[in-house]
């Protein structure tokens, strides 16, 4: 913890805390139909163009159900899309390595997990996909799931805010307008960007080195069906294997980085994702990548501000984001520094921290930093290993996910989440000190406390029930790569990365099977659709009442208070929800390695 | 049931039409711009010698011999530097497998490179990275390893630790990151001169 680090995280916060106001403004532009950008004599033609091949009037507005109906229609087409062109990989171009095609259930896996911004990958990206599955198939989802993200967040936000109001906005504008204006402009100067610092953008095939100094390396042997081969005390029997090139990864890896963090998606080009070498080069293009995720999540908290004409609610929204941000990181950074005592007690030097599944150029902290972000957001990209985290330091990134992404959030999920715990909140504490439960003059009734209500269970439910279903099938722990809490810890981690939507995983675990394949993917369906729905008959519901004047009655959304009331009901709701089960994951765990000398 | 059919079609035009615009034109462009100002990057800091690629400046690849420096160990593919199998162990901090893995790793470290059996070992050198392709290794490790690789060349220390200097990349802007050793760049200084 030197103070080039403590340098780093001022800049970190400062810098997302400047880039707050400009974003939210200009997302308030964006979303508002007539808005006007500096980008409007690019771009107006490009969408006005779109309207007319769409064959819609942009401003003609859709009630709730209309609009999700939309969403839901788009996702679906997208999902058979992006279905079939990893089955036909074979076929398609743009493969130099010839991939095969891609097995059936991994095909719905990740096609649902690119539809729901969750990213999820069941696959090694270099070793399975080829350049057009990436480009076409993955990355067209990168985009578009996020734009569904905040399109849904904008019409949460238009329900709060219009008085008496049937309609919530236009799915097809919101969508068109977030990508031409938002997403895809700043990714073409992203991207150029990440190739300055070394990532690839090229559609070369992979490119074979003879290595400098070639050697025998011991490889494990496997059968014909690729399994270990093992002798009668159960080791594997290895074999020598001359290592004389290097074969390297190239392919349009830039284009699709850039959409990837921007996008909150989170879904790595290759199998080490954003700590591959070539994926995040620099320690430089690694703190904008951080930077660039909770970019818009941030700027969002303004754009509702902005527009219920309560700027100081908006920053009290970003102050419980940031504060339980920061807090988080507080306690990864101080466990990851404090390392492994097993291996203190090997010889290691302990003052490094724990550096296994870290990159050198990364060290402790920006590790620790990333873990947080990717996780309290729903991007889920990685730049260390989150399996070989100590105990309390992987306990954050899962908690994170598990508290329902909403510390910053995925792009617009993160604020619609955060909508519904503050309708809770106002609700609650209405209901304590005898106030009439009122969010911004909307009064709140017993269907939007439903609605909020069904959008908790949701994730609370699915993840419980699959772990618990998966904990005790010889499905679920054939995909072990721990045994012990640890195990436990890589299943309850999964189900919650798939239910949050952020993609994340304790990688260890082998998902790439037919029952954990299938199971992520329903998982993961539930926890986009199955919140998306209840959210936004929310947002119509608020949206129908009329706007009344704040009375002394009203409950105040602004000032601190309100930020620690609000942070605790995240807290409440998520932390009791789920402490019995991380007791038996990470929580016992961190006893036994500090404790004692079992291992598993 | 005629709001369904629209849906799906609007559905089905917006996917195709995004598709070129967002995976045609977007990509296609950044690798214009990519290839003309930053080509060498752009098609992944390849080192080439006689014409022949001998590998990527990103991308660690294994050194054994004792005259090289050795880069951190790797869990990517069977073999450990596979750059088409990129990833970590996946092991966690009570895994028995791991903590047998370091053991193996600390008596070799130490006997490598001639250190006492109470030596403290640097954690970059028996731990391996994320992505298995980490190609830096730390200041200290790297100090540790020159006076083996000084006496397997037969070369003197001081010039040995000025290799070690000039391949140092610092913080980035000052500020970012820790400073490390590009361990396939100091082996090739070190095989040129």
């Not at chain 1, 969403?71 to 074979?90: D, W």
């Not at chain 1, 798939?498 to 993609?503: K, L």
Request: aromatic share 10%; hydrophobic share 45%; net charge neutral.
């Amino acid at each position: 913890m030197n103070y080039f680090e403590w340098i780093q995280l001022a800049l970190f916060i400062g810098l997302l805390l400047a880039l707050t106001k400009p974003m939210g403004v200009y997302l308030t532009r964006v979303l508002d139909v007539d808005g006007k950008t500096f980008l409007d004599p690019i771009m107006r033609p490009v969408e006005r163009l779109f309207y007319f091949l769409l064959g819609i009037d942009p401003n003609n507005e859709q009630e709730w159900k209309q609009y999700s109906f939309s969403l839901i229609a788009f996702s679906l087409v997208g999902a058979l899309f992006t279905y079939a062109i990893l089955r036909l990989q074979h076929v398609l171009p743009l493969n130099p390595q010839g991939f095969g095609p891609v097995g059936d259930h991994l095909s719905f896996n990740t096609a649902v997990s690119f539809i729901t911004n969750t990213n999820w990958q069941s696959y090694g990206g270099e070793s399975t996909m080829s350049y057009f599955s990436q480009m076409v198939g993955l990355a067209l989802h990168n985009f578009t799931s996020a734009a569904s993200g905040i399109a849904v967040a904008a019409a949460v936000v238009r329900g709060v805010s219009r008085n008496s109001s049937k309609t919530i906005g236009n799915f097809w504008t919101d969508l068109t307008r977030i990508i031409l204006y938002v997403l895809l402009p700043i990714c073409v100067i992203y991207s150029i960007f990440l190739v300055s610092q070394g990532m690839i953008q090229n559609f070369k095939p992979y490119e074979t080195a003879q290595v400098i100094n070639p050697y025998t390396a011991q490889v494990i042997k496997k059968d014909v069906n690729g399994q270990d081969i093992k002798d009668e005390l159960g080791k594997p029997v290895t074999e020598e294997s001359k290592v004389e090139t290097q074969t390297i990864v190239q392919g349009p890896m830039a284009s699709q980085v850039a959409i990837k963090m921007l996008g909150t998606n989170g879904g790595g080009y290759t199998n080490a994702n954003a700590a591959h070498p070539y994926e995040n080069p620099t320690p430089l293009s690694n703190f904008l990548q951080m930077l660039s995720i909770l970019l818009i999540p941030s700027g969002l908290t303004y754009y509702l501000g902005r527009t219920v004409k309560n700027q100081r609610h908006g920053w009290a929204v970003w102050s419980a984001m940031a504060t339980i941000l920061l807090v988080g990181f507080l306690v990864c950074w101080w466990a990851e520094s404090n390392g492994n005592p097993h291996f203190q007690a090997l010889g290691v030097d302990a003052s490094a921290g724990n550096l296994e599944g870290k990159e050198a150029r990364f060290g402790i902290f920006n590790s620790a930093l990333f873990a947080t972000v990717t996780t309290g957001t729903s991007c889920g990209a990685v730049n260390s290993m989150h399996d070989s985290f100590t105990p309390l330091g992987g306990l954050i990134p899962m908690l994170n996910i598990q508290l329902g992404e909403v510390i910053f959030g995925g792009v617009g999920a993160g604020l619609y989440g955060m909508i519904v715990f503050v309708v809770l909140a106002v609700f609650l504490a209405g209901l304590m000190i005898g106030k009439t439960p009122e969010y911004i003059g909307k009064k709140i009734e017993a269907y939007d406390v439903k609605a909020s209500v069904m959008f908790i269970m949701v994730p609370v439910l699915s993840i419980l029930g699959f772990t618990a279903w998966a904990a005790t099938s010889s499905w679920g722990l054939a995909g072990l790569n721990n045994a012990g809490p640890h195990g436990f810890s890589e299943i309850l981690y999964a189900f919650s990365s798939a239910a949050g939507n952020n993609g994340s995983a304790f990688a260890g675990l082998n998902s790439n099977s037919y029952w954990y394949d299938i199971t992520l993917g329903i998982v993961m369906l539930l926890g986009r659709f199955f919140m998306i729905v209840p959210v936004l008959a929310l947002a119509g519901n608020l949206a129908k009442k009329k706007l009344i004047p704040p009375s002394e009655g009203s409950f105040p959304v602004t000032g601190p208070i309100f930020t620690i009331i609000l942070i605790g009901t995240v807290l409440i709701v998520g932390a009791l929800t789920f402490f019995p089960a991380l007791s038996l994951g990470p929580i016992v765990e961190h006893y036994i390695m500090t404790h004692s000398s079992t291992l598993f | 049931m005629n709001n369904l059919i629209s849906q799906l079609r609007i559905s089905l035009v917006a996917t195709f039409v995004l598709a070129v615009i967002l995976c045609g034109a977007y990509p296609a462009l950044i690798w214009g711009i990519a290839q003309a100002l930053f080509p060498d990057k752009a098609n992944g800091s390849l080192i080439m010698w006689n014409g022949q690629t001998i590998g990527s400046k990103l991308i660690a690849q294994n050194f054994t011999d004792a005259k090289y420096f050795h880069p951190r160990p790797s869990s990517a593919g069977d073999s450990g530097y596979d750059a088409t199998s990129s990833g970590g162990s996946n092991l966690g901090p009570t895994s028995k497998k791991l903590m047998d893995l370091v053991k193996e790793r600390v008596d070799k470290y130490r006997s490598e490179n001639n250190l006492s059996p109470k030596a403290l070992v640097p954690a970059d050198a028996v731990t391996s990275s994320a992505s298995g392709l980490d190609p830096h290794i730390s200041l200290i490790n790297a100090l540790l390893q020159a006076p083996r690789v000084a006496k397997t060349r037969g070369i003197d220390e001081k010039v040995l630790v000025e290799k070690i200097q000039a391949n140092t990349e610092g913080r980035d802007c000052g500020i970012f990151g820790d400073p490390r050793i590009n361990v396939l760049t100091l082996n090739l200084s070190l095989d040129a001169s």
